[in-house]
């Protein structure tokens, strides 16, 4: 079971190129997530999808842009890169909150650690 | 709206000794709680989740958490420390089932020999 998967792993960009991370899960989650993780800061939502067709901003999406075309993948693109968006950058999914449970715990990939020159 | 604090950002214990890693939150609504672990270069994995059903929480590797209102914390906190411990740990918030969970800044734990 692969549950979420980030391609690429790694990535150096130089300033005002573009490029786009993928997500994909396998288990048919409706909810999926893109966070950033900066040292001292925690993980803060870039976007998030609470289904097929549908995005969302989250709390930090400026320079980001999201498409969720089919329920198991999750594209983040950086449409002209800066050096502030270095970072590692993390996919989640969940199902979506249950009334009697509250919010579904989140299932992370292993992250794609971005730097930008 | 909410909010997450993570008391300290770097805890150190003994092997052996207990843990004990400070949440406090804040929330308008009767709130979803998660404790997350994070190992070097991996993903965040669920340690905890409370529901509500009980203040005690019970998760995997010997951690629990209480879920106290009235002081609108959620500690975690483990008997006794094992070196593979040592990662940083994540206290999560989200309230109103909106799908939108806030992440404390973390904590790093130390485990000593």
């Known amino acids: 079971n692969a549950g979420v998967t980030q391609t690429p792993k790694f990535r150096v960009l130089k300033t005002g190129q573009s490029m786009t991370l993928l997500c994909a899960q396998d288990?048919?989650?409706?909810?999926m997530y893109w966070y950033r993780q900066d040292p001292g800061m925690g993980l803060r939502l870039i976007h998030y999808?609470?289904?097929?067709?549908?995005?969302a901003k989250g709390e930090v999406p400026d320079g980001y842009n999201v498409s969720r075309l089919k329920k198991q993948n999750f594209l983040l693109g950086l449409e002209s890169a800066a050096p502030s968006q270095t970072s590692v950058y993390f996919c989640?999914?969940?199902?979506?909150?249950?009334?009697?449970?509250?919010?579904?715990?989140?299932?992370f990939g292993n992250g794609t650690r971005l730097t930008v020159t | 709206a909410q909010s997450v604090t993570q008391l300290d950002s770097h805890v150190s214990v003994s092997e052996g000794t207990p843990v004990l890693l400070r949440c406090n939150y804040s929330?308008?609504?009767?709130?979803?709680l998660f404790w997350y672990v994070q190992h070097p270069n991996k993903g965040l994995q669920l340690l905890l989740k409370?529901?509500?059903?009980?203040?005690l929480v019970k998760g995997i590797n010997g951690f629990e958490a209480e879920f106290k209102k009235s002081e609108t914390s959620f500690h975690l906190t483990k008997p006794s420390a094992h070196m593979s411990d040592a990662a940083e740990y994540f206290c999560?918030?989200?309230?109103?089932?909106?799908?939108?969970?806030?992440f404390g800044q973390g904590t790093t734990l130390q485990v000593k020999p």
């Open positions: 999560v918030v989200s309230a109103s089932n909106t799908g939108k969970l806030i």
């Open positions: 999808s609470v289904g097929e067709g549908t995005t």
């Open positions: 409370y529901t509500s059903a009980a203040t």
């Open positions: 989640a999914s969940s199902y979506a909150p249950d009334p009697g449970t509250g919010n579904s715990p989140l299932h």
């Open positions: 288990m048919n989650h409706e909810y």
């Open positions: 929330s308008s609504y009767s709130p979803s």
